[in-house]
């Protein structure tokens, strides 16, 4: 999934925080087609995401080599609660697994005062889908195919 998981974002007088917005990437580590926990992806430039600008387009490549960014959490599966994205692959490249899921979340308005606002995102890519709109989720549901 490298260079796979990116998103364009313009903030209008908010920015990220509280680990908001992220993707969350459903694992599956035994094979049962169940997810053992998530990897979370923060946007930003801050480990645990924060530093996002306002006002002004910004495209971010979650799945970067060469990023020195701290933006994945692990600690779901043992690991890390920052961790590159290099990292993220050291860290599974042992194992066998899949990614069952993923999607971008943005929740922490409701209780960060600084993510409180206006958020576009546009090309929102998570492996090979490009998500675009309400037609690429689960009827009923946020859940992306």
Known sequence: MTNMISVKYFFVGRTCVGGSPRFQLAIDTDGDRIANGNAFGYLGEQDFGGGCPADRWVHQDMANLASTAGNWDLSQFGGPFSA??????AFFAEQTTQVLACGLFDDS?????????????????????????????????????
């Not at 590159?84 to 692959?89: F, L, N």
């Not at 492996?127 to 946020?142: K, Y």
């Open 84 to 89: 590159t994205w290099a990292e993220v692959i």
């Open 109 to 145: 308005g409701s209780f960060a005062e600084g993510a409180r606002g206006i958020a576009y995102y546009d090309n929102v890519q998570c492996h090979d889908r490009a998500l675009e709109d309400h037609q690429d989720v689960r009827p009923g549901t946020n859940a992306p195919f």
